[in-house]
């Protein structure tokens, strides 16, 4: 196992996810496999991993019950556990307190080594930093009485809320956890969320390294192309060697469901092999063919903003639209919907296509704000 140095730890540069775990039906429902779940763990801490990440949503609430039961039956030095506030729910950022201890009780440990803000977004940004919940505050009362060695975010918003963030507690942020794979390197501005860290020196956290499976298999064309340039690397593991080609990444957090993912996963991170030059060139090609064919040519050019006599930020839609198409689904794109005045999302287009007529990409723009909002169910 490849280890990471951070602060005074050494961490598995591979850590478990605790939000996928291995599921089966009991009385009628879908819940997590304890036993299953308890094998996975048992043979990634046989196999190096020390480091479980959980959360207070995860599986309905069920993960940080089911991974406390697991990791108390092992000394408590041997693990380090993460869990978040989950101020995803505003309903929850005056329950700061209650929900902490809640968690400590669920999690069946007297601290947490990792405790994130859990997913800063465009609609509870400015709630996590209203000083009248007092939420950094009693975080970091909890850090000074040792219930939490170390704090850090998450962060599923744009660059410029994860901006606005980091300028009011950058300071006191350790850790930062971002989704970054060779999709989002580009297509969710990872990136510029690298520089960004960096700029802080604060460590990357990494979600998503196989963006949800899928970057576990390709095209057969892809994959031959691969296989050329490392021919005993499954294309898995091809994911995985991008993310230790970046510097400051010291976790790389995967949601495993089965003992086989568990493996090959371990598999891999036996050895640091980062990509070179022509592999890195190649990987990111394969990223562009991929949303090629499946994403608008938008280039943020705001010819048409000047134009919609809505006042829509055009540039901004299509790019949560290309998200949600590519996605086929999924909790971002109508995430940060859900944060714009009722006027200025997709469903307010009048389909007038002034923007149509002056975009460079002929980008038939008026269709995509139709069927945007067709496939978010605003109308």
């Known amino acids: 196992m490849i280890y990471k140095d951070f602060r005074d730890l050494k961490l598995s540069n591979l850590g478990l996810g605790a939000m996928r775990l291995p599921v089966k039906e009991i009385d009628g429902k879908q819940s997590i496999d304890e036993e299953e779940t308890s094998k996975m763990v048992k043979y990634a801490i046989d196999n190096g991993i020390n480091y479980f990440d959980t959360a207070w949503g995860y599986h309905d609430g069920e993960s940080e019950i089911v991974m406390g039961n697991i990791l108390s039956k092992y000394p408590r030095d041997e693990f380090y556990l993460a869990t978040k506030f989950p101020g995803y729910d505003i309903s929850n950022m005056d329950k700061v307190e209650q929900i902490f201890e809640k968690q400590l009780q669920k999690c069946k440990v007297d601290y947490f080594d990792f405790y994130l803000f859990h997913n800063v977004y465009e609609i509870n940004v400015d709630l996590y930093l209203d000083k009248k919940y007092g939420i950094l505050e009693y975080l970091l009362k909890q850090k000074e009485n040792r219930r939490i060695k170390h704090l850090g975010f998450s962060c599923h918003g744009s660059l410029d809320v994860m901006d606005k963030f980091l300028k009011a507690y950058g300071k006191y942020m350790e850790f930062g956890q971002i989704q970054l794979n060779y999709l989002d390197y580009k297509f969710q501005d990872a990136k510029a969320k690298i520089e960004l860290l960096n700029k802080y020196n604060i460590p990357i956290w990494v979600m998503e390294p196989l963006r949800g499976g899928r970057l576990a298999k390709l095209a057969d064309d892809q994959e031959k192309r691969l296989k050329k340039l490392r021919t005993g690397e499954n294309i898995p593991a091809w994911a995985f060697r991008f993310l230790q080609s970046i510097p400051n990444v010291t976790m790389i957090l995967s949601g495993m469901s089965t003992m086989e993912q568990l493996k090959e996963n371990i598999n891999t991170f036996k050895e640091d092999k980062p ?102 169910g605003e109308i």
Do not use: W
């Not at 070179?276 to 943020?300: R, S």
């Not at 006042?311 to 790019?319: A, Q, R, T, V, W």
């Not at 469903?347 to 496939?375: D, H, L, W």
């Open 275 to 376: 990509l070179n030059d022509e592999e890195m060139k190649e990987i990111l090609k394969i990223a562009d063919e991929m949303l090629d064919k499946k994403i608008l040519p938008c280039t943020a050019c705001r010819y048409c903003t000047a134009h919609c006599p809505k006042g829509l930020d055009i540039p901004k839609l299509l790019s949560l639209y290309n998200e949600h198409t590519f996605t086929k689904g999924g909790f971002i794109a109508p995430m940060a919907i859900s944060a714009l005045p009722e006027d200025k999302r997709p469903s307010t287009c009048i389909g007038c296509r002034s923007c149509e007529a002056v975009c460079p990409q002929q980008i038939k723009i008026s269709e995509a704000m139709s069927n945007f909002t067709k496939q978010l």
